[in-house]
């Protein structure tokens, strides 16, 4: 389970280290994505696998089906962490998600996210999104 989260600065090259405790629950091979809210989604290839069946169940007839998948696909690399467990984020998804210098490397339990620590920041202090206490509340049946 991911969870937790780290402060990391992305280098010249579009490389961010994924902490070490994350990257041995990713594995040696895992893959990158679009996230929600303008931030890059980590899977590891087991739970790649279980998006993708998910995927797959979806009805091709339905038009929101076709674009989330297309979406979600089309932005998705399988990456390796090198020696010092930095990887490269593609410049197309680095633009999408405003990743430029400072990043947070959140625990999403069952994968992680990379965001720009301000976008991150305005995420989270945004006055006109739901409090923490009104998420909770608004999800029916949540037990904490």
């Given at each position: 389970m991911f969870m937790g989260s780290h402060s990391h600065n992305i280098d010249s090259k579009g490389r961010v280290i994924i902490p070490a405790k994350m990257r041995e629950q990713l594995g040696e091979q895992f893959v990158i994505t679009r996230g929600f809210e303008e931030c890059v989604a980590v899977y590891s290839m087991e739970e790649w696998e279980k998006v993708m069946?998910?995927?797959?169940?979806?009805?091709?007839?339905?038009?929101?089906?076709?674009?989330?998948?297309?979406?979600?696909?089309?932005?998705?690399?399988?990456?390796?962490?090198?020696?010092?467990?930095?990887?490269?984020?593609?410049?197309?998804?680095r633009e999408m998600a405003h990743i430029d210098k400072e990043v947070l490397v959140v625990g999403q339990e069952n994968h992680i996210e990379i965001w720009n620590a301000e976008s991150w920041n305005n995420y989270i202090g945004d006055d006109d999104e739901m409090s923490f206490e009104e998420a909770a509340e608004?999800?029916?049946?949540?037990c904490l």
């Open positions: 069946e998910r995927l797959s169940q979806l009805p091709s007839t339905q038009k929101s089906a076709r674009r989330l998948k297309r979406m979600f696909l089309s932005y998705a690399v399988e990456v390796e962490p090198d020696k010092q467990g930095k990887v490269i984020i593609p410049s197309v998804l608004a999800i029916e049946g949540l």
